[in-house]
Each structure stands twice: as structure tokens, then as C-alpha cells.
């Protein structure tokens, strides 16, 4: 805690801290780069709640964006307090994100249309409650990684099956800022001593807020592409002010 001043929130409850130090700027915010750095992917996934709802998108993708901002709220939250009820509100809206994501992978071709959403809805549920009372720890990680690399798969299949040269770049970017974003992690997590010994801290951990709000656009963008050619709407990824890109459909009149 810096010196002279006090904490708003009382002593930290939560089983994580991230490797900043606490209330340097203000008594209301505890890790002040760790909570700031989620603005980013409010308004990434703003953007993305946007068109999804003009295009008419499928609901899922509009649940999807709107989770972003839900986990991105959480963990700001989180990193303000550092209370653990607040850490719930990071940790597992996590879990149902992946969850979502799972399904919207994985439904396309799945034969019975009733059976995934029901189990995914279950198992996030029961995930809840159980983590409100249990605390994991290094077992939560362990989870959340399991659930990511059940996506790749997945996401791999529809790489090697697009054709358009705009999506797969979509998919090259979420990869490379995935790679950042966790080589930021990492290195805050493991050189943190060192690191805090510089002239200037590079703040791993918010640059890592930062890269995964660019990550979950990309990929939200590039899935809503995949999804707008199965159902035959013609999408083309074209660019906001020449730099963020975004899908554009042409629904058949029919539709």
C-alpha cells in the first residue's frame, strides 16, 4: 500500500494479487493499471454488441460481445477491491465465456440442438455455486486452460476451411496478440521482482487486460465471418477508419 494512503475497501480478501502496488493513486482503487486496462475491451466489445444488433446477427454473438463486457467489468472489480466475493466477478465469468464459446464453435454441427446449450448452462451453474464456496486456487487455472485448448481444435478447422484471405488475418492477429498478451502475463507473474526494479514498470498484467480485449475481438469477428457464410449472407470483412476491422453481410432477401 503506498504511504498516506488509506484503503476504502479494508484488507485484501482475495486469494490472487497480480504484482502491483496497492492504492498508489487512490484509496478507491487498489491495483490502479490492473482495473483501468479493462476499458479497452469494454469498448471493443461495444463496438462488436453494435454491429452484431444493426446486422441482425444471431443473439448468440450479441451474448458473446456482452459477455466480454461482463468479464471485463468483473475484473475491474476485482482489481479495484480486492475483496474475494469481487474476485468471484472476475473468476467465473471466465468460465461461462469459454462455455459460450464452446457452443458457438461446436453447435454448428451438433445433432441435437437442445442437448449442448442445456449441459453448458448446467455446468456453468453448478460451476458457480461451487466456486462461491470453494476456493481453487491453482486448480481454477488448470480449468480455464482445459477450456481453452478444447476451442482450438475447433477454431483450427474453421481456419484451414476459410478461404478469404481478410478472415484468416483476423485469426493471425488474434494469435499474435494472444502471444503477447500472455508473454506479458507470464513475465509479470515470474520476473516480478526484477521488473519492479526498473526506472519504468511496463504493468504485465494490464498489458495483458489490454491484449486479450484485442484477442476476444478478433476472435468474435473472425466466428461471426464463419458463421455469416454457413448461412449463406455473403460477409466480407471490411474496416472501421481503415484500422478495426468488422464483418459486413448481405442477407438474402429471404431472410
Same mark, same amino acid.
Given at each position: 500500500?503506498?504511504?498516506?494512503?488509506?484503503?476504502?475497501?479494508?484488507?485484501?480478501? /482475495?486469494?490472487?494479487?497480480?504484482?502491483?502496488?496497492?492504492?498508489?493513486?487512490?484509496?478507491?482503487?487498489?491495483?490502479?493499471?490492473?482495473?483501468?486496462?479493462?476499458?479497452?475491451?469494454?469498448?471493443?466489445?461495444?463496438?462488436?454488441?453494435?454491429?452484431?444488433?444493426? @446486422?441482425?446477427?444471431?443473439?448468440?454473438? /450479441?451474448?458473446?460481445?456482452? /459477455?466480454?463486457?461482463?468479464?471485463?467489468?468483473?475484473?475491474?472489480?476485482?482489481?479495484? =477491491?480486492?475483496?474475494?466475493?469481487?474476485?468471484? /466477478?472476475?473468476?467465473?465469468?471466465?468460465?461461462?465465456?469459454?462455455?459460450?464459446?464452446?457452443?458457438?464453435?461446436?453447435?454448428?454441427?451438433?445433432?441435437?440442438?437442445?442437448?449442448?446449450?442445456?449441459?453448458?448452462?448446467?455446468?456453468?451453474?453448478?460451476?458457480?455455486?461451487?466456486?462461491?464456496?470453494?476456493?481453487?486456487?491453482?486448480?481454477?487455472?488448470?480449468?480455464?486452460?482445459?477450456?481453452?485448448?478444447?476451442?482450438?481444435?475447433?477454431?483450427?478447422?474453421?481456419?484451414?476451411?476459410?478461404?478469404?484471405?481478410?478472415?484468416?488475418?483476423?485469426?493471425?492477429?488474434?494469435?499474435? =496478440?494472444?502471444?503477447?498478451?500472455?508473454?506479458?502475463?507470464?513475465?509479470?507473474?515470474?520476473?516480478?521482482?526484477?521488473?519492479?526494479?526498473?526506472?519504468?514498470?511496463?504493468?504485465?498484467?494490464?498489458?495483458?487486460?489490454?491484449?486479450?480485449?484485442?484477442?476476444?475481438?478478433?476472435?468474435?469477428?473472425?466466428?461471426?465471418?464463419?458463421?455469416?457464410?454457413?448461412?449463406?449472407?455473403?460477409?466480407?470483412?471490411?474496416?472501421?477508419?481503415?484500422?478495426?476491422?468488422?464483418?459486413?453481410?448481405?442477407?438474402?432477401?429471404? @431472410?
Amino acid at each position: 500500500m503506498a504511504d498516506g494512503i488509506s484503503s476504502f475497501w479494508g484488507p485484501v480478501t /482475495s486469494t490472487t494479487e497480480c504484482r502491483e502496488k496497492n492504492y498508489a493513486y487512490s484509496s478507491y482503487i487498489a491495483e490502479f493499471y490492473n482495473t483501468i486496462s479493462n476499458v479497452p475491451t469494454i469498448l471493443l466489445a461495444l463496438i462488436g454488441l453494435v454491429n452484431a444488433v444493426r @446486422q441482425r446477427f444471431e443473439k448468440r454473438f /450479441s451474448i458473446l460481445h456482452v /459477455s466480454n463486457m461482463i468479464l471485463a467489468i468483473g475484473s475491474m472489480l476485482y482489481h479495484a =477491491t480486492l475483496q474475494s466475493v469481487q474476485q468471484q /466477478s472476475d473468476e467465473t465469468p471466465m468460465v461461462w465465456e469459454m462455455l459460450l464459446y464452446m457452443y458457438i464453435l461446436y453447435s454448428p454441427d451438433w445433432h441435437y440442438r437442445s442437448t449442448m446449450p442445456t449441459f453448458l448452462f448446467l455446468y456453468g451453474a453448478v460451476f458457480a455455486v461451487v466456486h462461491s464456496v470453494v476456493h481453487f486456487g491453482i486448480g481454477f487455472k488448470v480449468h480455464y486452460v482445459i477450456l481453452c485448448l478444447l476451442c482450438i481444435p475447433r477454431m483450427y478447422k474453421y481456419y484451414i476451411h476459410t478461404q478469404d484471405a481478410s478472415a484468416k488475418r483476423l485469426v493471425k492477429l488474434y494469435t499474435a =496478440t494472444l502471444s503477447l498478451g500472455s508473454l506479458c502475463w507470464f513475465c509479470n507473474r515470474v520476473f516480478c521482482k526484477q521488473i519492479s526494479r526498473w526506472p519504468i514498470n511496463p504493468q504485465g498484467h494490464a498489458l495483458w487486460h489490454v491484449f486479450m480485449g484485442f484477442t476476444c475481438y478478433f476472435a468474435n469477428t473472425f466466428l461471426m465471418f464463419c458463421r455469416a457464410q454457413q448461412r449463406g449472407w455473403s460477409p466480407k470483412v471490411v474496416y472501421f477508419m481503415g484500422i478495426l476491422p468488422y464483418v459486413k453481410i448481405e442477407k438474402p432477401k429471404t @431472410q
